[in-house]
């Protein structure tokens, strides 16, 4: 079947018409014998690659594990039909490359599993493994993944009571160079300041959260050349996340609440920098799938401009992971909106059209 297309593409602004053929997008007017089979699903609005959930969890939630295909797609859905069509998965317990050729599911880049310490991460979602071992673990899951690792950068250390890093530099430089080696990206689970420095140093490509982010980190940030995806949504937990620790840790519960307290101005600042503030949601963990317009309104509620969230939620954090926006020969991956996203937030909540994978889903 071929599809028909037309309104305002972004980022270029132009209303024109494009064709799917094939799962892909084409700006060249096809043969008539082609255009009498085409059906138009848009006409009019303005046109965007979907957005990107970048910091996923498909196959985990609050109930649990889920090794079967529904539940995975049923999670995949809600993002989908909230306009996330590319998601990074940044780590899960469970199997879910099941679910990556489904045609009417998100595109989904996988980072394998969390590689995490004994004892210093959450129970049975990650591999422990101790520190004699991180390195070939690490090359494990940069095999298992679709170019991407997920290693736990700090915890809790119940010892001294707060945040504390995890791995020691030289492991940590030894690690991610041979990631790199083997083609594959490095991010680490970070809340905390101190863990910061030794992971720039190390040659980290990402951080997820960035709520260390104070102005010496951000420094090095800028020199390290890091991406950032903050997680907005999840960070507005870190008060019951203090207030489950108050009893037991009462240290890391103030910290937990200084980080939140500093979260926005700290992500702004970032962004101002020169930093890419990526959106993801870290949904499946305490979280549901579906959020991404809930990561935006969020971005742009800490003092991002409305335009520049749509941009890196969209086609530069689809260029940031590899993948086309909407170009010439690039995947049929599109929503459509009455309005334009950059200037009328609310118009995220009701979507014209979605198709994703060159086929229309909604």
Not at 137 to 162: F, Y
Request: glycine share 10%; hydrophobic share 45%.
């Amino acid at each position: 079947m071929v599809l028909h297309v037309r309104g305002v593409f972004l980022p270029d602004e132009a209303e024109r018409d494009a064709w799917i053929l094939d799962g892909h997008l084409t700006f060249e007017r096809p043969a008539a014998s082609v255009l009498a089979d085409a059906t138009t699903v848009a006409d009019g609005g303005w046109i965007i690659p979907g957005f990107v959930d970048a910091h996923s969890h498909v196959g985990f939630s609050p109930q649990g594990h889920h090794q079967d295909k529904e539940s995975q797609s049923a999670q995949m859905r809600l993002d989908r039909d909230a306009g996330a069509l590319l998601l990074r998965d940044a780590g899960s317990p469970v199997d879910n490359r099941q679910v990556q050729d489904e045609p009417d599911l998100p595109r989904l880049i996988r980072a394998g599993r969390h590689i995490a310490y004994p004892k210093r991460y959450i129970r049975d979602l990650g591999v422990e493994v101790p520190a004699e071992d991180f390195v070939a673990e690490v090359e494990t899951q940069a095999r298992a993944g679709d170019g991407w690792v997920k290693i736990v950068g700090d915890w809790i250390d119940r010892d001294l009571g707060d945040l504390a890093p995890i791995w020691p530099d030289d492991l940590l430089k030894a690690a991610i160079a041979r990631a790199h080696e083997l083609g594959a990206r490095v991010t680490a689970h970070v809340f905390g300041e101190d863990a910061l420095p030794g992971l720039f140093a190390a040659g980290i490509d990402c951080i997820e959260h960035g709520t260390g982010l104070d102005d010496e980190n951000l420094r090095l940030a800028l020199d390290a050349g890091i991406a950032v995806v903050p997680t907005l949504v999840n960070i507005d937990n870190f008060p019951t996340f203090a207030r489950d620790g108050d009893a037991k840790f009462p240290r890391y519960a103030a910290h937990m609440r200084s980080l939140y307290g500093t979260s926005r101005d700290r992500i702004r600042a970032a962004w101002e920098a020169g930093l890419p503030v990526y959106t993801g949601t870290d949904s499946g963990g305490g979280l549901p799938h579906g959020l991404i317009r809930d990561e935006i309104r969020a971005l742009y509620g800490a003092g991002i401009p409305l335009a520049e969230v749509i941009a890196l939620a969209s086609w530069k954090g689809r260029e940031w992971l590899g993948l086309s926006g909407l170009v010439e020969g690039g995947y049929a991956d599109l929503v459509v909106y009455a309005e334009d996203p950059r200037v009328v937030h609310a118009t995220l909540y009701a979507p014209k059209r979605i198709v994703v994978k060159g086929n229309v889903v909604a």
